[in-house]
């Protein structure tokens, strides 16, 4: 049974940086490409960041320069590190793998002085 557990969200000002996690099991990791989405309140999912063994990371122009995506295949976690956050970025995170055939349960992301 595959499962990805992503942690790390909260509470933070604008400005601040955090760091989600996400953990996968039942799956050969290192196999998969990763990917962050998020989705905030009445909006779509939108792609954050994606990390794969083939392109590397990858980032719309709206997140590049701000994420960070890496992962650890010996842990089997994927993480995203966010600097500069703004009150835009508050969302439910959501790691993904193998071309969204997985997903998790989400982490919530608020921004908020």
């Known amino acids: 049974q595959v499962e990805l557990v992503e942690s790390g969200g909260g509470l933070v000002q604008p400005g601040e940086s955090m760091r989600l996690s996400c953990a996968a099991s039942?799956?050969?990791?290192?196999?998969?490409?990763m990917t962050w989405y998020r989705q905030a309140p009445g909006k779509r999912h939108e792609l954050v960041a994606r990390?794969?063994?083939?392109?590397?990371?990858y980032y719309p122009d709206s997140i590049k320069g701000r994420f960070s995506v890496s992962r650890d295949n010996a842990r089997n976690t994927v993480y995203l590190q966010m600097n500069s956050l703004k009150p835009e970025d508050t969302a439910v995170y959501f790691c993904?793998?193998?071309?969204?055939?997985?997903w998790g349960q989400g982490t919530q992301v608020t921004v908020s002085s």
């Open positions: 993904s793998a193998a071309g969204g055939t997985y």
């Open positions: 039942g799956i050969v990791f290192a196999n998969y490409g």
């Open positions: 990390v794969n063994y083939t392109v590397g990371a």
